[in-house]
């Protein structure tokens, strides 16, 4: 097991990764930039050093100066959280370089699933269905055929993206060639890649996505599916376990399949295998997340394990502490992403109150006087709950939201509060068109 690991993160993830490692009796290092001095995760951290300004790219993105700090502080893994440099072949690349444990996936793994191209085309020779679409990068003119034979509506993808970045639906020809440019800037910003794809949309879907676990001794578990069709502006807001909708035998292949995609890649961590599922139970691979999502709590609530603690033990060298038959799903879990919903740069927050009691978790990374800037991603919070089931657990999570009281900021807890009293919500009935431009950040 290591002794000191360095995460190579901030806020919520940094927080959560630093508090296991703790029990763990890892000794942890934080890194920060200079406008999150006063962090939580800076203060949580046993040693913190700062890695340079403000901006992601002088930061949490600044490879040389996690590296450097990494090597002076003498740790022996590097922990990417959620985000930066979580899914970057070239980052793990140099941190097995400079001989330090990067908790993650091998580089070849991240390069190839992380390739939404590539990840399709792996996946398609295993015999898993995947959306009809182009199967290599476009040019607008090119793209802008193929969808005219597929058929509106399509959606523009990112080869190289994820998080929403670089992806928009294209409802006609008129307005493709605007979408698809405005596609192309954005992918470049976000990954220094502008290239595109398209595949055929489907509007009524549900996004499902399994948690899965393997280590380097052949063992492959997963720890059932999550439902995370509530989404704005192709950011999920609302996820929850186990999916209402579809049936024990559909939910026995999807998750087989994730196991099969692990297995065949050679797969060495946790993340998620991810599915488009129609009204009539057809359904489609989109891409895998080579990570640990932001989500991984509601698996944790129902199955009772550790995700970050079993990722840990992964990449020490160790076997995965259950097997298949060990996991045992129980009861209904929810999570609320409560977000920065406004141009509140700078501004100071006022935590009230937070909410508590059986089942309620709160995953955070601010404090009373938190400076909130746009520099970073918009999470403030996540509010989960557990209860036996679905209608006990939505009114779990209305009790636990009233008790959020943030002052000083705007955020997204009121659309919460209407998504989860919601009709549709309540007999789940829904599907990612639902919610997709209701609540924009």
């Not at 000794?27 to 040693?47: G, K």
């Not at 901006?55 to 993105?61: D, I, P, R, T």
């Not at 550790?306 to 502490?321: F, M, P, Y």
Request: hydrophobic share 40%; charged share 20%.
């Amino acid at each position: 097991m290591f002794t000191n690991i360095l995460i190579a993160n901030r806020g919520e993830s940094a927080v959560r990764i630093i508090r296991t490692c703790k029990e763990m009796g890892i000794h942890t290092i934080a890194v920060y930039s200079q406008i999150d001095r006063m962090s939580p995760h800076v203060a949580l951290a046993d040693e913190s050093v700062c890695i340079g300004g403000d901006e992601v790219k002088n930061s949490y993105l600044n490879a040389i100066n996690i590296l450097s700090a990494a090597k002076i502080m003498g740790a022996e893994a590097i922990h990417p959280g959620i985000g930066f440099f979580a899914e970057d072949d070239c980052f793990a690349q140099l941190c097995i370089d400079s001989g330090i444990v990067y908790v993650g996936p091998s580089p070849h793994v991240i390069k190839t699933m992380g390739n939404k191209l590539a990840a399709k085309q792996f996946v398609r020779g295993l015999g898993i269905p995947v959306l009809p679409g182009t199967q290599s990068a476009v040019t607008c003119g090119e793209a802008k055929c193929l969808a005219m034979q597929i058929g509106f509506p399509v959606i523009i993808k990112a080869v190289g993206g994820g998080g929403g970045k670089g992806m928009r639906m294209v409802t006609g020809a008129e307005v493709f060639d605007h979408i698809f440019h405005k596609c192309e800037l954005e992918a470049e910003n976000a990954f220094g890649n502008k290239e595109l794809l398209i595949e055929k949309c489907v509007p009524n879907a549900r996004h499902v996505e399994v948690q899965i676990m393997a280590d380097s001794h052949g063992h492959v578990i997963h720890l059932g599916e999550r439902e995370c069709s509530v989404q704005s502006g192709k950011q999920k807001f609302i996820e929850e376990t186990p999916c209402v909708f579809i049936s024990e035998e559909l939910r026995a292949i999807l998750c087989n399949h994730a196991m099969d995609v692990a297995k065949a890649v050679g797969y060495v961590g946790v993340g998620t295998v991810e599915f488009l599922v129609e009204p009539n139970g057809d359904y489609y691979f989109i891409e895998m997340n080579t990570r640990l999502q932001v989500e991984h709590t509601i698996s944790e609530m129902v199955s009772g394990i550790d995700i970050v603690s079993e990722q840990v033990r992964i990449h020490s060298g160790g076997t995965l502490s259950v097997t298949q038959d060990d996991v045992s799903l129980n009861g209904h879990s929810i999570e609320c992403r409560i977000c920065l919903s406004s141009a509140n740069k700078g501004k100071q927050t006022q935590i009230d109150m937070l909410p508590g009691g059986f089942n309620v978790r709160i995953e955070s990374g601010i404090m009373n006087g938190s400076s909130v800037t746009w520099f970073y991603d918009p999470l403030l919070l996540k509010v989960i709950v557990k209860a036996k089931d679905r209608l006990n657990a939505i009114q779990k999570m209305r009790v636990a939201l009233d008790e959020v009281l943030i002052s000083g900021i705007k955020t997204n807890l009121d659309a919460h509060k209407e998504t989860l009293m919601g009709e549709n919500f309540i007999t789940g009935n829904i599907c990612i068109s639902d919610f997709e431009d209701r609540y924009r950040l």
